[in-house]
């Protein structure tokens, strides 16, 4: 008689309740204290971080306020050095031309007797060429309105063509550079004569008084 041995049935491993099983999702680990302390960290770090770029900030814009302030001196150097040096020049080419001014008028007077030709009429001419262009300029004419400011008066007449002091005669023209004149005009004046200002109101006078006694007899009768 044959026995029968019973069947093996494949058995599972008991498992402890308390185990996790293969088919559980695993958990998230807890995280360690470094990690819990990492963020309070890194907001220190960013404050401080803040603080300095600040404090950069600042330095950046004191250094710009400096760096403006020096080029505005400079820039104020710079013009006061130019008008000096141009007030310089100006008084240097003042002083030059103011001593030639003699030969300048001996040119003049050499012109008007005839004398400037040949040689000497060249020299004269760039001589006063090269004045015109340091910025002399020649003033004064006969029949102009007598100005003290620019005019020196040397001689005194009345005449009975004028109204006001004018000048008649110019003895020596006057020079200027730009607005600064070197020398005065040297000129005979003449005023108006005195008596021909008092005739001329006393004139005046009895007009209106003849006038005046033809409206009250009516006027001249009609013919």
């Not at 996790?20 to 309070?40: G, L, N, R, T, V």
């Not at 020096?70 to 820039?75: D, R, S, T, Y």
């Not at 004045?131 to 003290?148: M, N, S, T, V, W």
């Not at 600064?180 to 009895?206: H, L, N, S």
């Given at each position: ?58 330095a950046l814009s ?56 040949g040689g000497f ?103």
């Open positions: 008689m044959t026995e029968e041995t019973p069947g093996f049935d494949e058995q599972q491993p008991d498992v402890p309740s308390g185990a996790p099983s293969d088919d559980a999702e695993p958990q998230a680990a807890a995280p360690s204290p470094e990690e819990e302390a990492a963020p309070a960290g890194d907001t220190e770090q960013n404050a401080a971080l803040v603080a300095q770029l600040d404090q950069t900030r600042s004191e250094r710009t306020g400096d760096l403006q302030r020096l080029q505005a001196e400079f820039q104020n150097y710079r013009r006061r050095v130019e008008r000096d040096r141009a007030a310089v020049k100006e008084t240097a080419v003042a002083n030059l031309l103011t001593e030639l001014l003699p030969v300048l008028d001996d040119i003049g007077r050499a012109r008007e007797h005839g004398e400037l030709v009429k060249s020299v004269a001419e760039s001589l006063e060429t090269t004045a015109a262009k340091l910025g002399l300029q020649q003033f004064g004419k006969e029949g102009e309105p007598f100005d003290p400011t620019i005019h020196e008066a040397l001689m005194h007449s009345y005449a009975p063509d004028v109204t006001e002091t004018t000048c008649v005669a110019i003895l020596q023209p006057g020079y200027r550079i730009g607005e600064r004149t070197i020398r005065p005009a040297r000129v005979a004046v003449a005023e108006p004569q005195p008596g021909a200002q008092t005739a001329k109101p006393a004139e005046e006078g009895a007009e209106a008084q003849a006038d005046g006694e033809n409206k009250e007899n009516g006027g001249p009768e009609e013919g």
